[in-house]
């Protein structure tokens, strides 16, 4: 198993990551699209389990990381660029059952590959930066325009204050940009139990059985999710 982060985590976050997987690719662009995002996996990576479409434009290196693992990926149409509808055409997210975005945004190739699939329009954008699927029917967002359309259709979904949740230049960023899930364990860019939300989250991961893992003693950072592959 591999891992992809932001090259923004802090260095213990990184360190520790790396106990649980063969290898780390430190993600990080430069003059592609907004610093903010800059270093985030989920702005030029799309994943529903071992499939992965990446923005053609994404680092040399992710390409290389990949061939060298032998890790199949598609590449998408678009190229990501500055700006909402120039940033977002990766950052959804499916289930075996549903494709959440907001429409008009998503890149084409991922909207063949997922053609059969229900497609749940959502308010935001930056969707797999605000919405984590745990398992079954269960979520979890920061967004209260994404949780009210889950609860209107029936999921089960946890709301948590984007509040105290670190991303650069920004006032706040993102509860799934801030995580990486790999079966039953759940992998935070940081310590859940430093936010205010923390302590209810936990208790309610540890209800569905989730193995948490805190992988530094600071405050949750938006780094533009944890992917494993």
Same mark, same amino acid.
């Given at each position: 198993?591999?891992?992809?982060?932001?090259?923004?985590?802090?260095?213990?976050?990184?360190?520790?990551?790396?106990?649980?997987? #063969?290898?780390?690719?430190? +993600? %990080?662009?430069?003059?592609? /699209? $907004?610093?903010? @995002?800059?270093?985030?996996?989920?702005?030029?990576?799309?994943?529903?389990?071992?499939?992965?479409?990446?923005?053609?434009?994404?680092?040399?290196?992710?390409?290389?990381?990949?061939?060298?693992?032998?890790?199949?990926?598609?590449?998408?149409?678009?190229?990501?660029?500055?700006?909402?509808?120039?940033?977002?055409?990766?950052?959804?997210?499916? #289930?075996?059952?549903?494709? +959440? %975005?907001?429409?008009?945004? /998503? $890149?084409?190739? @991922?909207?063949?590959?997922?053609?059969?699939?229900?497609?749940?329009?959502?308010?935001?954008?930056?969707?797999?930066?605000?919405?984590?699927?745990?398992?079954?029917?269960?979520?979890?967002?920061?967004?209260?325009?994404?949780?009210?359309?889950?609860?209107?259709?029936?999921?089960?979904?946890?709301?948590?204050?984007?509040?105290?949740?670190?991303?650069?230049?920004?006032?706040?960023?993102?509860?799934?940009?801030?995580?990486?899930?790999?079966?039953?364990?759940?992998?935070?860019?940081?310590?859940?139990?430093?936010?205010?939300?923390?302590?209810?989250?936990?208790?309610?991961?540890?209800?569905?059985?989730?193995?948490?893992?805190?992988?530094?003693?600071?405050?949750?950072?938006?780094?533009?999710?944890?992917?494993?592959?």
């Amino acid at each position: 198993m591999f891992a992809i982060i932001d090259s923004r985590s802090s260095m213990q976050a990184i360190k520790n990551l790396r106990k649980y997987v #063969t290898d780390v690719y430190i +993600f %990080h662009t430069d003059g592609i /699209t $907004d610093n903010s @995002i800059s270093g985030h996996p989920d702005i030029f990576i799309y994943q529903y389990k071992n499939r992965l479409v990446v923005a053609p434009n994404a680092p040399v290196g992710l390409f290389l990381f990949f061939d060298s693992h032998n890790i199949t990926y598609l590449k998408g149409e678009r190229d990501v660029g500055y700006g909402l509808h120039n940033s977002v055409q990766y950052n959804c997210l499916s #289930t075996s059952e549903f494709l +959440f %975005h907001k429409s008009e945004f /998503t $890149d084409s190739t @991922i909207l063949e590959i997922n053609k059969d699939k229900e497609f749940i329009q959502l308010p935001q954008a930056y969707t797999r930066c605000s919405l984590v699927h745990l398992c079954e029917n269960n979520y979890l967002t920061s967004d209260r325009g994404i949780e009210n359309v889950l609860l209107k259709k029936g999921f089960s979904c946890f709301y948590f204050n984007p509040e105290q949740i670190i991303i650069k230049d920004h006032k706040n960023g993102f509860i799934g940009g801030a995580i990486g899930i790999f079966g039953k364990r759940i992998f935070f860019n940081g310590k859940v139990e430093l936010h205010a939300d923390g302590r209810r989250l936990k208790e309610y991961l540890l209800e569905l059985d989730f193995e948490i893992v805190d992988l530094s003693d600071k405050f949750l950072y938006d780094g533009g999710c944890i992917f494993f592959v």
